[in-house]
């Protein structure tokens, strides 16, 4: 026996980080990381931000959890502040984001079911996506490295390939009931669905009657530098989850909706033990004090430009190791033309973070707190890990 008690679903590098400030990460031995991870796109506001911290302790101290039997006020106000700064009317609070794609998925299912039309159930999704880990996100990512082994795939999903907008199309028959699509593909490999196709996305819906639905739980607050990624293109959906960046590292989602899409959801047909509670909602209301702060994401969005000019020039310098660079804002992808692992290896001896993606490319995603001095750091770092595995990659052909 490997000598751990838990499952053995996690590869694990061996590093322990025993505490955190801002885009920094340290060790139990005092080795100070540079955090380009954000544990995967979640420490929205690098670690110990002190409003969070503030928040969150502040409510520890008064009340945690009461169900959703009574009145949360901050869940109401979180919800409001929500609907105030997005397309929606309606939210529902989950602890996840597989859970908050369960909620959209089941939103959309009800609301063809409340409009006469309960033989629409089916879901188009595009290849690359990642949704979940729940039986119905598997089947809606469709990779069958994830559905392998579980029993029959959930029915209800039709996969087309990434970005092909006649084969969603030819798709959509009398049982579709939505598409469903990260406008940033993350685990995919940080691919973007041009803007185009997402206003093409959005008429196919309209003329078909079906809902729209994107999956933000990667791309979402403030990521792309705006507080949605949808609306770099100037489309809405009719649905949306998101969940990572809301939480700034304490676990929690959404399932955003317009008062129509709704509209089936009515008493007792959804619920949630933990969905909403203080805790959460707590920490929610102080991530948006933040990221809704006048100028904030005009910074990210100018912090995402200096970085993307900075990681070109590298490609251009290791063209052998990086072959191009792509996303938006402060989600970037390095197509590797070496294993992505290896780089990602590379870069973690440098003690920078970053995650490996699907498509062969390494994720960069700092937080969105980032300073201009941490991304020269980590650029002179990416730089260093380029340059070794060059090196590495030379020696060897030799
Ligand atoms: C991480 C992720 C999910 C799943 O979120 P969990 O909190 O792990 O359930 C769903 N969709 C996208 C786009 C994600 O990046």
Not at 93 to 112: D, M, P, V, W
Not at 276 to 286: I, Q
Not at 374 to 392: C, D, F, M, P, Y
């Amino acid at each position: 026996m490997s000598g751990s008690a838990l499952y053995e679903t996690f590869v694990r590098a061996p590093l322990i980080f025993d505490h955190g400030e801002g885009s920094w990460l340290v060790t139990d031995r005092g080795e100070r990381y540079l955090d380009f991870a954000a544990g995967i796109a979640v420490n929205s506001l690098g670690h110990s931000h002190p409003h969070l911290v503030g928040a969150l302790t502040e409510q520890a101290a008064k009340l945690w959890h009461v169900s959703n039997l009574y009145e949360i006020p901050a869940q109401t106000r979180l919800g409001e502040r929500l609907v105030e700064a997005s397309f929606a009317d309606r939210v529902f609070f989950t602890n996840s984001g597989a859970e908050a794609l369960e909620c959209a998925i089941k939103t959309a299912r009800r609301y063809q079911f409340v409009e006469g039309r309960p033989e629409r159930y089916r879901i188009i999704t595009f290849e690359g996506a990642f949704h979940g880990r729940t039986l119905a996100t598997i089947a809606a990512g469709g990779q069958k490295k994830y559905l392998e082994g579980f029993g029959p795939k959930v029915d209800g999903f039709d996969q087309v390939p990434f970005n092909d907008l006649d084969a969603a199309e030819k798709a959509i028959g009398p049982e579709t009931a939505a598409i469903l699509l990260e406008p940033v593909q993350g685990e995919g490999g940080i691919r973007d669905f041009p803007l185009q196709s997402l206003k093409r996305l959005r008429q196919l819906c309209d003329e078909h009657g079906l809902l729209l639905i994107f999956d933000e739980v990667q791309c979402g607050v403030g990521r792309t530098g705006k507080l949605f990624a949808h609306e770099w293109a100037g489309v809405a959906p009719d649905l949306m989850a998101i969940a990572k960046g809301i939480g700034g590292g304490f676990p929690m989602g959404a399932c955003l909706a317009t008062a129509e899409a709704a509209k089936g959801m009515t008493a007792g047909v959804h619920g949630t033990t933990f969905g909403g509670n203080p805790l959460a909602m707590a920490v929610g209301n102080a991530v948006l004090d933040v990221v809704l702060e006048p100028g904030f994401l005009d910074e990210v969005q100018r912090k995402a430009l200096l970085f993307r000019q900075g990681l070109a020039a590298i490609a251009d310098e290791y063209p052998g190791v990086i072959e191009s660079v792509r996303g938006s804002g402060l989600m970037l992808g390095l197509k590797c033309a070496v294993s992505n692992t290896e780089l990602n290896a590379a870069l973690r001896q440098q003690h920078l973070l970053a995650v490996p993606a699907g498509d062969n490319v390494i994720r960069l995603l700092p937080p969105l707190t980032v300073t201009d001095e941490e991304i020269r750091e980590g650029l002179e770092r990416i730089r260093a890990g380029a340059k070794h595995v060059a090196e590495t990659a030379s020696a060897t052909a030799k």
